[in-house]
């Protein structure tokens, strides 16, 4: 079969979750398969260069200049171009939410990461709700002929918040990415001297950054973690300027480091020389951050919401978010007890070993195969 799939959201220099989530699934789909032939539509005025270890011989990139912006106008507007107008193949493959119309929604599959944008709009900008509401991502998850859900979580909101048929929506859990490893100590040319917190993720409302800077107060008062710092990973996003003004007026700002844009190749250095990975968040489809740090080997103590229970089970300290004493406890324990350390760095290597993307891979290309024979998922 042939398969088609929009990798629009490859063309920009900017890498997010869902961004590296694509790059990682089609790396192991191509890697997995040699008999089905690839589709990629890479549209953008301004994108930058394919990925050469792609272009393989069952690969067709349709590399088109179109303006992404004018693209969704006249999707939205006019319902034009189908994505057969590009190429005729036998599955249309969305891994976003920028959605190409197909003349057979009964050939597409979409992934959806999260619902955050039904549950708590008050997380996004207005620009951002009306986006959502004008792509009708509900009419379109009904139109389509499966929906993957990356987590058991997302899948049973997707039932709830969609309406939709159980058989229609299937669950394919993420990988971790292999880069994400221990390192030996001398390789880590970034680290700090001083012990510290890492918390990842785009300074926004979802994140609960605030969370991370009480806790981090409440433990700078005690004798023993003095020199501790907080290390703050994340690009600015919606509402990070009060973010940034709570860290300012903090009397342990200086304690308080934020890093945008920290590379792939920093981020391992920061999992692999922290004391502890705190991730507070709201909520979350999936969660990659918490995985990333127990495949370094770094202790986590995470949100006990939405699916990160899920992913994350007994491996974690699982925390209220609303409850800052909460996370104190589980930090403080973590900073100060060896044995409690080590058990949940344990836990967490053990967990990793649930998420391969090979497996992921392999899940979707049955996936496929079933939708192409017309067949229902188990």
Known sequence: MTIFVDARLLTKERSTGIEEYTRLLVDHLLKLDQKNKYVFFYNGFQKVPF?????????????SRIPNKALELSLRLFH???AERFAKCDIYFSPHLNLLRTRDDKKRVLIFHDLSFEYYPEFFPLRKQFWHWEQDIR????????????SDFTRATLLERFRLRAEHV???RSGVDPFYKPIERKDAVHAHSDPFILTVGTLEPRKNIPLAIAAFHHLKEKQNVKNLKLIVAGSSGWLSGSIEKEIAASPWRRDIIIRKDVSRDVLRIFYNTARAFLYPSFFEGFGFPPLEAQACGLPVVA???????????ASACLVDPWRVEEAVEALHALLTDGAFYERYRALGFENVRRFRWEDTARQF???FDQLHAGKETP
């Open 139 to 150: 009419a379109e998850a009904r139109r389509a002929g499966r929906v993957v859900a990356v």
């Open 80 to 82: 034009f171009p189908c």
């Open 303 to 313: 949100s006990n919401r939405a699916s990160l229970p899920e992913i994350l089970g």
């Open 170 to 172: 299937v669950t394919i």
């Open 51 to 63: 990925p050469d270890e792609w272009r393989k011989s069952n690969v067709r990139v349709i590399e």
């Open 365 to 367: 290309l049955t996936l």
